[in-house]
């Protein structure tokens, strides 16, 4: 699954590679659709990145491919390794490989959230931890730990009925951080919260999604959620337009 | 709303065909194992014989097989539903009363099933070969003929056909009940599980009764009545797993789930606990079947036993036969019960799979391997499924333990075949999961093709 470095354009700085995520002129297509075309963003450690375009932009398939659910026809998907010595290549891996790094590096928040309905809030966050092989009891006490930092604590055994909309997405940010991810990607986090709701959600990602060695990519169609991330990527017909 | 413009919204492609050609496919089974039932229970019924056995044999095999080939129906509507889902709910969205959206699914189930047990009863025709080489009261029934006609009386050949399609249909209005069709979305109605140990105590009650008829049951009350007396049981004892199956395996889910550190595990627990009734419904047919199953296996290998031995003069001929037969029957019972409940479970799956898509991509994406997210729905669909066999299984044994220890003694390879057949059960119920997990690698792939 490690591959070796080769030209991600090192420097001769202290830190050869100052990024966590470096897609380079992906391309995709669907049938006939070009998706993306020679799109490439960067994703640099502790800063929260928009990315915006009208529907059909091709916004959710950059997502995908930065998140290696969707392997590019063309270009590379660099991810850094946690000790910064060198890089994996996602488009590069097999799906199974893809997977595993999907869950132990990456954290996901969906719009609807996506919880399982018949767990409970504890359970839905520790689903990943168990997933990556950690006992039942440390899953249950960092997810209440997670929990706990998203101000829902003593939440846990309610199932994801008995939880407001907010509550439920702030579980579902939880279940994103379990792992400690090095990148969290959100698809339009707040579309389904009112505007009170989304705004204190929003300031929740934010806060637990980026740090020294983690980082926040956002799909949104919203201009106030992009005006709360550090930079600003446009897609148009599949290209970045602009890169703010 | 225009109808035409209604037909072209309802029109399948893509996904509703691969639907529809599970629904025409269940339906064709459903309609080849009732008329294998139907050929099968009339050959008991034509003996004429002095013993009075044999019409309890015909009557007794259609009876028990009605129900899980009802559910069987019902499992086919709510697939339906789910599989239309968008287009059900546009037509809403677009102004079409509930009533006649229902109606709709309503008609378009029917038409499927009508295919299916169009291509059943076709199918049938071949049934005298597969079934020629099984003998009843002594005869071989391949000398009744090879042609269908020969097995069954036109009116009740002619009976099958419209009264499968009619189940269908009433199967689809009933299961239809359970599904809310909103402009929003489709989605099943959610009932809270009210299970409490009052249950438990009716239960015991009705048990304790069913023993007293077990034990005091003697040849002096003739055949007729000791049959009669223990079907009696046999439905009191199907009515006591139907309350308490779903309580019972809804506590084992729980235990499980709160001890567990798997995930598919995890999941699966929490989905049965979750509604344990529709689990159990599943499976009940399952578990009525073993239920008699190890009993009567136990008695038939008592009986054969006897039958080889010098006390073969304490029965008659033609009481012979009719043990012999009884086994036939036994097996049929057990197979057809396992294949329907293995069709059964290859629908609900794949209505799972479809209802759950949004919440599959999901844990997907975020990492969760497929084999997990395949294990998590087999483990909901099998857990219940061994839990009834073995359950009901434990519980023939209790209530019949003189009979089955005797078996065990003098005909152990009777409960052997009977632990075989089993066995070969759970691993159709099986394969029923396994022939769904193309349609959960499509979901999975939906969004790798742009969907």
């Given at each position: ?17 100052p ?69 994996d ?46 006992s ?15 101000g ?8 994801i ?22 990148v969290?990607?959100?698809?339009e ?56 | ?31 080849l ?42 499992a ?80 009740i ?21 359970r ?22 105590l ?55 789930a ?41 008695l ?10 010098q ?54 994406r ?7 997210i ?13 839990f ?43 394969a ?20």
């Amino acid at each position: 699954m490690q591959h070796t470095p080769r030209s991600p354009h090192p420097t001769h700085s202290a830190d050869p590679y100052p990024w966590l995520l470096r897609a380079e002129s992906l391309t995709k297509t669907f049938g006939q659709t070009l998706a993306l075309s020679d799109a490439s963003v960067t994703v640099r450690p502790g800063e929260a990145v928009a990315i915006m375009g009208a529907s059909g932009s091709g916004k959710s398939t950059l997502l995908h491919a930065l998140a290696g659910v969707l392997p590019p026809d063309r270009g590379t998907v660099l991810l850094r390794r946690p000790d910064g010595d060198g890089f994996d290549d996602l488009a590069a891996l097999t799906d199974a490989e893809r997977s595993g790094l999907r869950l132990r590096r990456f954290g996901f928040v969906f719009q609807q959230g996506l919880l399982i309905p018949e767990l409970t809030a504890g359970e839905n966050v520790a689903l990943p931890l168990l997933l990556a092989g950690i006992s039942r009891h440390e899953a249950n006490a960092r997810a209440a730990t997670e929990l706990h930092r998203l101000g829902l604590a003593g939440l846990d055994p309610r199932r994801i009925g008995q939880l407001s909309g907010g509550q439920a997405q702030r579980v579902a940010i939880a279940r994103a951080l379990a792992v400690r991810p090095s990148v969290i990607f959100a698809d339009e986090p707040t579309g389904a919260l009112d505007s009170g709701t989304a705004s204190e959600v929003l300031d929740a990602l934010v806060a637990a999604s980026t740090g020294p060695e983690r980082a926040l990519v956002v799909v949104t169609h919203d201009e106030q959620v992009a005006a709360r991330c550090g930079r600003v990527v446009r897609l148009r017909d599949g290209r970045v337009e602009e890169a703010q | 709303m225009n109808g035409f413009a209604i037909v072209m919204l309802a029109r399948p492609r893509g996904k509703a065909a691969t639907v529809h050609t599970l629904q025409v496919a269940a339906a064709g089974a459903t309609t080849l194992l009732s008329f294998a039932v139907a050929m099968l229970a009339f050959a008991f019924w034509r003996v004429s014989s002095p013993e009075p056995g044999y019409p309890i044999l015909a009557i007794g095999l259609a009876g028990l097989l009605l129900v899980p080939l009802i559910t069987l129906g019902t499992a086919t509507a709510r697939l339906a539903a789910r599989s239309r889902d968008d287009r059900l709910a546009t037509l809403r969205l677009l102004g079409v009363t509930a009533a006649r959206v229902r109606a709709l699914a309503v008609t378009e189930i029917t038409l499927m099933a009508a295919i299916g047990v169009l291509a059943g009863t076709l199918l049938a025709a071949l049934l005298p070969l597969a079934l020629g080489p099984l003998t009843v009261y002594g005869e071989p029934l391949s000398a009744t003929g090879l042609r269908l006609d020969r097995w069954l009386p036109w009116w009740i050949a002619g009976a099958i056909p419209p009264a499968l399609v009619a189940i269908a249909a009433l199967s689809a209005l009933f299961g239809l009940r359970r599904v809310v069709l909103s402009p929003l979305g489709v989605r099943t109605r959610q009932e809270a599980p009210r299970l409490s140990w009052l249950r438990v105590l009716v239960a015991a009650l009705a048990v304790g009764g069913a023993l007293l008829v077990v034990q005091f049951a003697s040849p002096g009350w003739g055949v007729v009545v000791t049959v009669a007396a223990l079907t009696v049981a046999v439905l009191a004892i199907q009515g006591v797993l139907g309350l308490v199956g779903p309580f019972a395996i809804a506590l084992r889910a729980k235990r499980t789930a709160s001890r567990t550190a798997d995930a598919a595990t995890l999941v699966a627990a929490r989905g049965i606990e979750d509604d344990p009734r529709t689990a159990w419904r599943s499976v009940s047919a399952l578990a009525l079947a073993t239920f008699v199953l190890i009993p009567a296996g136990s008695l038939l290998g008592y009986l054969d036993t006897i039958s080889r031995s010098q006390s073969r003069e304490i029965m008659t001929p033609d009481q012979l036969l009719l043990f012999a037969d009884a086994r036939t029957m036994l097996v049929a019972l057990v197979a057809v019960s396992f294949a329907v409940v293995a069709c059964q479970t290859a629908l609900t799956q794949t209505a799972t799979v479809l209802e759950r898509r949004e919440l599959s991509i999901a844990l997907d994406r975020m990492g969760m391997p497929r084999s997990t997210i395949d294990s998590t729905r087999a483990r909901r669909a099998l857990s219940p499924t061994a839990f009834a066999v073995v359950g009901a299984a434990l519980a023939a044994v209790i209530i019949a333990a003189p009979l089955v220890f005797i078996a065990a003694a003098v005909a152990p390879l009777f409960l052997l075949a009977a632990a075989l057949v089993l066995g070969l059960g759970l691993l159709l119920v099986r394969a029923g999961v396994a022939v769904t997990r193309p349609v959960l690698w499509a979901v999975l792939d939906a969004p790798a093709r742009g969907e």
